[in-house]
């Protein structure tokens, strides 16, 4: 009875250990930490929602389609209340900082649906005091948001494949519309989760039911934002129209890549042979159909030029830009991102040893693996063929860093199975004595 009500109250215990440094760095930093960059972005949206009533990002005048509208609509709601002064930034600070926690204690919650809730507050505990996951809870980033909403539709697929239940089928529904509007490139990994139910063997007419209900809600989430678009833009945007950036930058990675050397050189070409589309802050589209062509242009001349440094870029040095890089830009209590860097890797290296010996040894719940193995692939090679950043890493890293504690309890739980087997066998004959 006690160790149930303990297991129960374990959440109200890690969040708290989650919510404490993030708190200290708020209140030791100040309320106007910031990187002035995408953060600074976020927010000027936010007051030019307000007063203009336009979702725009690059100028005031100028609706965007840069980003979905979460994180300025978050952001907007909190400025309307409490201001832009610094009772606001310390508010808005404070609402991330516990979206952040409330990140933590959803990946605690999904690990523990994976392993056991003593493993899952190893991994849980480790997120909630790593620095880069700290910090970036202080931010006005859509990380933190991005985590938060991730971590519970992952805990709630796979509650429910257990219970079936509407319910939670809601609220599956409800935290990934929710990730979408603040990272749409969350958007394919329902096809993961479908797959995943099916392999569970879902009733298939169930499925199928609740696949469109789930579609249902998603249009409900949608249409506004489509309706937005189509008004503003006078076409059908179906998320939004900023990757051929990201897929531009990503041509300026790893080695071998063809000139010019940065992505500055290739703004000048364009803006010499297109001067009509100065200033690009006014010419959206326009710029952004630019932006494409001459990355997959690049892409082309590359492969064709190099493919051996491409496919190496692509399929090595990304990965590693991604995963084996701690994000820590502003140092925190004399901590510098620099000096995490060996950690990062061991880390990583560690957590990827623990995920093969999970699937080894933890038999029945290896469908449960596969599917963070997937959901690993899925966002790295998203991030690969684009851009690689280490911030990236920072909302999904509970996925590879529940891969040490995952093959210990794998490992220990197929080493006590066979006193279990004993124990149950006992039991048995005493039942029938």
Same mark, same amino acid.
């Given at each position: 009875?006690?160790?149930?009500?303990?297991?129960?109250?374990?959440?109200?215990? %890690?969040?708290?250990?989650?919510?404490?440094?993030?708190?200290?760095?708020?209140? &030791?930093?100040?309320?106007?930490?910031?990187?002035?960059?995408?953060?600074?972005?976020?927010?000027?949206?936010?007051?030019?929602?307000?007063?203009?009533?336009?979702?725009? #990002? #690059?100028?005031?005048?100028?609706? &965007?389609?840069?980003?979905?509208?979460?994180?300025?609509?978050?952001?907007?709601? *909190?400025?309307?209340?409490?201001?832009?002064?610094?009772?606001?930034?310390?508010?808005?600070?404070? @609402?991330?900082?516990?979206?952040?926690?409330?990140? @933590?204690?959803?990946?605690?919650?999904? %690990?523990?649906?994976? /392993?056991?809730?003593?493993?899952?507050?190893?991994?849980?505990?480790?997120?909630?005091?790593?620095?880069?996951? @700290?910090?970036?809870? &202080?931010?006005?980033?859509?990380?933190?948001?991005?985590?938060?909403?991730?971590?519970?539709?992952?805990? #709630?697929?796979?509650?429910?494949?257990?219970?079936?239940?509407?319910?939670?089928?809601?609220?599956?529904?409800?935290?990934?519309?929710?990730?979408?509007?603040?990272?749409?490139?969350?958007?394919?990994?329902?096809? *993961?989760?479908?797959?995943?139910?099916?392999?569970?063997? #879902?009733?298939?007419?169930?499925?199928?039911?609740?696949?469109?209900?789930?579609?249902?809600?998603? %249009? @409900?989430?949608?249409?506004?934002?489509?309706?937005?678009?189509?008004?503003?833009?006078?076409?059908?945007?179906?998320?939004?129209?900023?990757?051929?950036?990201?897929?531009?930058?990503?041509?300026?990675?790893?080695?071998?890549?063809?000139?010019?050397?940065?992505?500055?050189?290739?703004?000048?070409?364009?803006?010499?042979?297109?001067?009509?589309?100065?200033?690009?802050?006014?010419?959206?589209?326009?710029?952004?159909?630019?932006?494409?062509?001459?990355? %997959?242009?690049?892409?082309?001349?590359?492969?064709?030029?190099?493919?051996?440094?491409?496919?190496?870029?692509?399929?090595?040095?990304?990965?590693?830009?991604?995963?084996?890089?701690?994000?820590?830009?502003?140092? *925190?209590?004399?901590?510098?991102?620099?000096?995490?860097?060996?950690?990062?890797?061991?880390?990583?290296?560690?957590? *990827?040893?623990?995920?093969?010996?999970?699937?080894?040894?933890?038999?029945?719940?290896?469908?449960?693996?596969?599917?963070?193995?997937?959901?690993?692939?899925?966002? /790295?090679?998203?991030?690969?063929?684009?851009?690689?950043?280490?911030?990236?890493?920072?909302?999904?890293?509970?996925?590879?860093?529940?891969?040490?504690?995952?093959?210990?309890?794998?490992?220990?739980?197929?080493?006590?199975?066979?006193?279990?087997?004993?124990?149950?066998?006992?039991?048995?004959?005493?039942?029938?004595?």
């Amino acid at each position: 009875m006690r160790k149930a009500k303990a297991r129960s109250r374990a959440w109200m215990w %890690i969040a708290a250990v989650a919510l404490v440094p993030r708190l200290l760095v708020i209140f &030791t930093y100040g309320p106007h930490m910031s990187l002035h960059s995408d953060d600074a972005g976020y927010y000027r949206s936010a007051v030019w929602f307000l007063q203009s009533g336009t979702l725009s #990002y #690059y100028t005031p005048a100028k609706p &965007t389609l840069h980003m979905m509208p979460g994180i300025t609509l978050l952001l907007a709601a *909190i400025i309307a209340l409490f201001g832009q002064g610094a009772l606001g930034l310390y508010v808005g600070k404070i @609402v991330f900082a516990l979206i952040g926690t409330a990140g @933590v204690v959803g990946a605690y919650k999904a %690990i523990g649906k994976m /392993t056991s809730p003593a493993f899952a507050a190893i991994v849980a505990l480790a997120i909630a005091l790593y620095p880069p996951s @700290v910090e970036i809870d &202080t931010l006005f980033l859509t990380e933190p948001l991005f985590m938060a909403t991730f971590a519970w539709a992952f805990y #709630y697929l796979l509650k429910l494949e257990q219970t079936k239940a509407l319910r939670d089928l809601l609220w599956l529904s409800i935290f990934f519309m929710l990730a979408m509007y603040v990272r749409p490139n969350v958007a394919l990994w329902a096809v *993961i989760g479908v797959l995943y139910l099916a392999a569970k063997r #879902y009733p298939r007419r169930l499925l199928i039911r609740h696949a469109g209900i789930a579609v249902v809600i998603g %249009i @409900v989430f949608m249409l506004p934002w489509w309706v937005r678009n189509e008004i503003v833009f006078h076409k059908f945007i179906l998320l939004t129209d900023d990757s051929w950036n990201p897929l531009l930058l990503g041509t300026f990675q790893g080695q071998g890549y063809p000139p010019p050397a940065n992505e500055g050189a290739v703004e000048h070409q364009l803006l010499r042979e297109h001067p009509n589309l100065r200033p690009q802050r006014l010419h959206e589209l326009p710029w952004f159909a630019l932006e494409k062509q001459v990355a %997959i242009q690049r892409i082309r001349e590359w492969l064709k030029a190099n493919p051996q440094s491409f496919w190496r870029t692509y399929l090595w040095l990304k990965p590693q830009i991604l995963w084996l890089r701690a994000y820590l830009p502003i140092p *925190i209590f004399g901590i510098k991102g620099v000096q995490l860097f060996s950690l990062q890797r061991w880390l990583v290296y560690v957590s *990827i040893i623990g995920h093969f010996v999970a699937m080894v040894f933890a038999k029945g719940r290896r469908l449960e693996l596969l599917l963070v193995w997937v959901s690993l692939l899925y966002f /790295t090679l998203l991030f690969c063929v684009f851009f690689a950043f280490e911030r990236y890493n920072v909302p999904i890293e509970w996925l590879m860093l529940m891969g040490a504690p995952a093959g210990l309890w794998a490992f220990v739980r197929w080493l006590l199975r066979p006193m279990s087997k004993h124990k149950r066998r006992r039991r048995s004959a005493a039942g029938r004595a």
